[in-house]
């Protein structure tokens, strides 16, 4: 369990400080007020891969620096204090686990190499609809000659408009809701046939519509067997759940800090109105929470690393309890708050929206409530 | 050698230890021979029980002049995996009553030598059964408020006034109580916390029924009650301090979820609620909102036990009381309750009954369990005062202005 070490606690520091400095909640504001057409600043991003955080699950061959998912967890954690845009989640932990655990060697050799400088944007092309459900992909993979061919959409790609390369979840044979016959491929995002709209949301981050109409691939755009990538994707998604529950407890636990220095300063009634016990009791109510999502967070992130057996079940747990906890959180950090907390120039509503979509991307508590029971044999 | 080589070497010490003194006749009957209720009279348990307290482990990390085993945190760990393996278990901390969970912890931070010489040995033994003495029947979660009174006669304390709640009172050898030696002083600034022997006319105690029924709980009345001169622990008039440390070791004793242990254990809410509710033609829970509900309710139980695993861990092994237990018992109490309601919902109607043949024993334990397990958010300090707890001593609110 994580007692963090002394690396681990340095790391943190260092990504609290650039966040504070380079990164703040200010800058996120800035860029969602220009409407800057990619979902975040290349300058930040630069200066992420700069620090090597975009190679922080790349093996050290391949030009990263593999300090594994629970030290990733901790940077974040951080950029979720600061609603830090990026494509870090999308390509250095999502990308990036993706084709270490699915992609051949000349596709490593390939792309993980510039997906640690940061050159190179991979992102998960997954859901289809409105929420997530890996096993209902429709996308299909005609075999044809030595390659295939793609047909079909995918919604709220992540950084799906600055995506250099997409990982494309594929039909090759059986129906919607079906395991079997799922593919994962590796596609240029050059391509002809695939075509992207940009998506506007309310939490300002980069999400695009793709389509594939008639994208040819070759078959060295094969992740993995073809027909049977479920079991991987189902992992791939695993580590894209703790990592991003982890930047959610980030986004939490900011708010929760803002919340409590708002208690502890605010007067009413001649009074700091964190003296009321009303107040008091829901403030211990959301910090006995975030306790209890921080342990599942961290082991989720820690099994991860020791390739434990129950590593699904934690990973739906801590995806669900980070999730529980900031749509709570943010919610109170706007009551509590009051009318301040409704206006546009306060931050609350910027970590409020955030928070909704954070819930939504792979997998909502529903769905991880769901997982979570049929793991349990419920 | 190493740390990692003595921890072993250690390890096989204990295992040998175990195998010759722990017997195997009551190998896994823990929980069936040892409850706070009663105490089985089982000699292999006697043999066990003097084996333990003649070593130590059954106190492992208090030190070893007072009787304890002297060890670290990670030595008792070892010693508690390697008694798990063989179906062994310890059966001090409730035979010792509040003892050892409680008062022996608080002794030994406050206690004079002779204080420790005298008390100490008996509890790390099983010899004696303590109580407590906190609460009174007009106090409530205002402990500051009580009335019990000790009235210094020169060579003796001389006791008058009732306590309620006192577990186990009817059976203890000793009661460590918080009396009112100050009528005078601010409420808080009177008290002292002062040691009674039990066996003396002047104590008297009553069984308290629950809505369970019958329970480990007393009401302790005292009359012309003495107790001797030297048995204040700590300062005189300095109760509060030394009352409220003994609190935290209390919550600190209650931040398991009873879930994760006993023979209950073995039957899981799945289990039940596939063989009271049945499943769908997937396998999956008949009735989906109970299935959804349950896996939040094993969701939130796992975060308590990761929580309660992360807070020892960062502790780096060294095993104290802290803020955190407020937290800890909150979640745990939230939990083993939601459990039971779960449970007398998956049991339908066959999770009422009250006795009879009509009831499978597990039914009618279940509805007892539920009813008892209400008092968990209650004693120990209230959910409301964990959480004013919380609040001020680590949020860093100021005191409430609004006594609830």
């Not at chain 1, 930047?247 to 109105?273: C, H, P, W």
């Not at chain 1, 955030?354 to 769905?367: I, K, M, P, V």
């Amino acid at each position: 369990m994580a007692a963090l070490t002394e690396e681990q606690e340095l790391l943190k520091e260092q990504a609290k400080s650039w966040a504070n400095e380079e990164a703040p909640v200010s800058k996120f504001r800035e860029m969602r007020d220009a409407r800057t057409e990619e979902g975040f600043d290349r300058g930040t991003w630069k200066s992420i891969s700069e620090m090597g955080w975009a190679g922080i699950l790349v093996s050290e061959e391949h030009g990263g620096v593999a300090m594994g998912h629970l030290t990733a967890g901790v940077v974040l954690e951080e950029l979720g204090r600061q609603l830090t845009a990026s494509p870090l989640l999308a390509s250095g932990i999502v990308g990036a686990s993706a084709l270490a655990l699915a992609g051949s060697d000349a596709q490593q050799a390939a792309w993980l190499p510039r997906i640690a400088d940061g050159s190179a944007i991979v992102t998960l092309a997954v859901d289809e609809g409105p929420r997530h459900a890996p096993l209902q992909t429709k996308l299909s993979a005609t075999a044809d000659g030595d390659g295939f061919v793609l047909e079909g959409r995918k919604a709220h790609v992540l950084e799906g408009l600055a995506a250099d390369a997409f990982v494309v979840a594929a039909r090759s044979s059986g129906s919607a809701g079906d395991a079997e016959g799922l593919t994962l491929f590796l596609v240029d995002g050059d391509t002809a046939g695939i075509d992207r709209s940009r998506l506007s949301t309310a939490d300002s981050r980069g999400y695009a519509n793709v389509t594939f109409t008639g994208v040819r691939v070759g078959a060295d755009a094969v992740m993995g067997e073809v027909g049977g990538a479920a079991e991987v994707l189902d992992r791939i998604l695993d580590r894209a759940r703790a990592a991003l529950s982890a930047e959610m407890l980030g986004t939490a636990a900011q708010s929760f800090d803002m919340t409590l220095d708002y208690l502890k300063n605010r007067v009413q009634f001649g009074q700091v109105i964190g003296s009321f016990q009303a107040l008091g009791h829901r403030a211990a109510t959301l910090f006995t929470e975030m306790e209890m999502a921080r342990s599942c967070v961290e082991a989720a992130l820690t099994a991860i690393d020791e390739d434990a057996d129950n590593t699904a079940v934690l990973c739906s747990l801590a995806k669900a309890k980070a999730g529980d906890f900031l749509h709570h959180m943010s919610n109170e950090l706007i009551q509590i708050h009051g009318g301040i907390g409704m206006t546009d120039e306060f931050d609350a509503g910027l970590y409020l929206k955030r928070a909704r979509a954070a819930e939504a991307t792979y997998g909502n508590q529903a769905f991880h409530r769901d997982r979570y029971a049929t793991l349990q044999g419920l | 050698m190493s740390d990692d080589a003595n921890l072993e070497s250690f390890r096989e010490e204990a295992r040998a230890w175990l195998a010759d003194n722990f017997p195997s006749a009551i190998s896994g009957r823990g929980a069936e021979l040892v409850g706070m209720e009663s105490v089985s009279r089982d000699p292999d348990l006697e043999k066990w029980r003097v084996a333990l307290g003649e070593k130590g482990w059954g106190t492992p990390t208090w030190p070893a002049e007072y009787g304890g085993g002297g060890l670290s945190q990670k030595q008792a760990q070892i010693i508690d995996q390697e008694m798990r393996k063989i179906g062994a278990f310890n059966p001090l901390p409730v035979m010792a009553g509040m003892g050892i969970t409680m008062v022996g912890p608080t002794i030994l931070e406050y206690g004079t030598e002779a204080q420790k010489q005298k008390h100490i040995p008996p509890i790390c033994r099983g010899d004696v059964f303590w109580a407590l003495g906190y609460s009174e029947p007009n106090a409530g979660s205002d402990l500051a408020s009580l009335q019990c009174k000790a009235e210094d006669k020169g060579d003796h304390w001389l006791v008058n006034g009732q306590k309620t709640w006192t577990s186990g009172a009817d059976h203890a050898q000793w009661i460590g109580c918080l009396v009112r030696t100050d009528f005078d002083a601010p409420k808080r600034d009177g008290i002292s916390f002062l040691i009674l022997d039990m066996d003396q006319p002047g104590i008297e105690t009553r069984p308290i029924e629950l809505i369970g029924g019958s329970s480990p709980f007393c009401e302790t009345f005292f009359n012309d009650a003495k107790a001797d001169k030297d048995e204040v622990l700590g300062e005189l008039n300095g109760g509060w301090t030394v009352g409220k440390r003994l609190l935290q070791h209390e919550r600190q004793s209650q931040t398991g979820a009873r879930a994760s242990g006993g023979a209950a254990a073995k039957v899981t809410l799945q289990d039940l609620a596939l063989k009271y509710v049945g499943a769908d033609d997937d396998g999956k829970l008949a009735d989906p909102d109970l299935r959804a509900r349950i896996a939040d309710h094993l969701m939130k139980a796992q975060a308590q036990r990761l929580t309660t695993q992360r807070v020892i861990a960062e502790a780096k092994g060294n095993h104290k009381v802290s803020a955190a237990a407020s937290i800890l018992k909150n979640a745990a109490s939230a939990v083993s309750q939601e459990k039971d309601e779960l449970t007398l919902e998956i049991l339908g109607h066959q999770g009422l009954g009250w006795e009879g043949h009509d009831f499978q024993d597990h039914e009618l334990a279940a509805v007892r369990g539920w009813l008892s397990a209400k008092a968990m958010s209650i004693y120990g300090g209230s959910f409301e005062i964990q959480n004013n707890i919380i609040a001020k001593n680590i949020l860093g609110l100021p005191e409430t202005t609004q006594k609830g």
